[in-house]
């Protein structure tokens, strides 16, 4: 990446492929990746499940919006946002001032498709259908996926080096 090249983060549900994304782009960059999920799980020892569970949403999510300042100001070049980021207001500005935000959609059944090896470890999915679950967080969220993406880009039927092309493609025509 060269100076004046905006960040990239990406936001989107879980499942659509955030980390491998972000991994692939920093890849082609040369660029320094964040992926908040696992720095929040580096900083507390714990996994995103066990915040949610030993502390509840709302501190997991304060520490998100301060592990989101943290990566940018240590200057990472790609971020992996978390699926919730959005949730906040002042995420979502902050993420559309400093970054070229994409939003990587995906339709519940991939995405509950994508997830299903990872038992216990999305807390958001406990007790219910993960499809009907993943459906009432996109009706919820996607107003905010939608306020702060600067691109969208569809995942599903694609592997994470597709996506990956896409969202460069994505960011470098918006830049052009």
């Known amino acids: 990446m060269h100076a004046g090249e905006p960040v990239i983060a990406l936001i989107g549900l879980m499942g659509a492929g955030k980390s491998a994304v972000a991994r692939r782009v920093a890849e082609r ?3 320094p990746v964040a992926d908040l999920d696992s720095m929040l799980e580096a900083e507390t ?4 499940a066990a915040q949610f569970a030993g502390e509840g949403e709302a501190i997991f999510r304060r520490r998100e919006s301060r592990i989101l300042r943290q990566a940018l100001d240590a ?3 790609v971020i992996a946002c ?3 980021v959005v949730l906040d207001p ?3 500005a ?6 070229r935000v994409v939003w990587l959609e995906v339709s519940p059944a991939e995405a509950a498709r ?3 090896g990872e038992p216990g470890i999305r807390p958001l999915l406990a007790g219910d259908d993960p499809v009907v679950r993943l459906s009432a967080l996109v009706h919820d969220r996607a107003p905010h996926y ?4 600067h691109h969208r880009v569809a995942t599903d039927g694609r592997d994470p080096e597709a996506v990956a092309d896409a969202v460069l493609a994505a960011v470098r025509e918006r830049a052009a």
């Open 29 to 31: 960059l040369g660029a």
């Open 45 to 48: 020892g714990r996994s995103v």
């Open 75 to 77: 200057g990472a070049r």
């Open 82 to 84: 978390g699926g919730g």
């Open 90 to 92: 002042a995420n979502r």
């Open 94 to 99: 902050l993420l559309r001032e400093r970054c």
């Open 114 to 116: 994508r997830v299903a």
């Open 146 to 149: 939608e306020a702060t993406a």
